[in-house]
């Protein structure tokens, strides 16, 4: 059974930084998608940034330059690097994966099939 559970969220100010964790348990896949999505209250979930087996990343535009997705492969570990935080990126974020490389380049929510429940971002200005 596959199990995601993020880790790191919390409250900081604008310019701010905070590191998400999600850890992976019960897959052993050769090919995979993982990924980082969030959402805001009264807004669809949004993908932030994607990073699939054969290392290749991709990022929304809105967090460019701010974000940085990484893996610990042998801990099974997805992060999430944020920085230079700003009030719009407030939102629940959520941890993803989906056993395939096929579709989750396009960075939407119905492509990947696994999700954790979420921890809290919120900055402040």
């Known amino acids: 059974q596959v199990q995601l559970v993020e880790s790191g969220g919390g409250s900081v100010q604008s310019g701010g930084s905070l590191r998400l964790s999600c850890a992976a348990s019960?897959?052993?896949?050769?090919?995979?998608?993982m990924g980082w999505f969030r959402q805001a209250p009264g807004k669809e979930r949004e993908g932030v940034a994607v990073?699939?087996?054969?290392?290749?990343?991709r990022y929304a535009d809105s967090v460019k330059g701010r974000f940085t997705i990484s893996q610990d492969n042998p801990k099974n570990t997805l992060f999430l690097q944020m920085d230079s935080l700003a009030p719009e990126d407030t939102g629940m974020y959520y941890c993803?994966?989906?056993?395939?490389?096929?579709?989750?380049?396009?960075?939407?929510?119905?492509?990947?099939?696994?999700w954790g429940q979420g921890t809290q971002v919120t900055v402040s200005s």
């Open positions: 993803a994966a989906v056993p395939s490389t096929l579709s989750c380049w396009s960075l939407r929510s119905t492509d990947f099939r696994y």
């Open positions: 019960g897959y052993s896949w050769s090919r995979y998608c």
């Open positions: 990073i699939i087996s054969d290392g290749r990343l």
